[in-house]
């Protein structure tokens, strides 16, 4: 099983961080003033799409 990481300090919200919408497995979300964050880990496929696309670098995959 993959162990998604977000550095909160790194993490580029815009109108919404990019991961919330590249992810293909929905592992990430936003709820109201926050950044993204991991809430279905358990889903990761560890494509690396979100990691790769994350413009502030906030994103590890580890697994």
């Not at 279905?40 to 697994?63: D, S």
């Given at each position: 099983?993959?162990?998604?990481?977000v550095n909160?300090a790194?993490?580029?919200?815009?109108p919404?961080?990019?991961?919330?919408?590249?992810?293909?497995?929905?592992?990430?979300?936003v709820?109201?003033n926050?950044?993204?964050?991991?809430?279905?880990?358990?889903?990761?496929i560890?494509c690396?799409?979100?990691?790769?696309?994350c413009?502030?670098?906030?994103?590890?995959?580890i697994?």
């Amino acid at each position: 099983m993959a162990k998604v990481v977000v550095n909160q300090a790194k993490c580029v919200k815009e109108p919404e961080p990019l991961c919330v919408n590249l992810c293909p497995v929905s592992v990430f979300q936003v709820k109201k003033n926050t950044k993204a964050l991991v809430v279905h880990e358990e889903r990761c496929i560890m494509c690396r799409t979100c990691q790769v696309n994350c413009p502030g670098q906030a994103i590890e995959i580890i697994g």
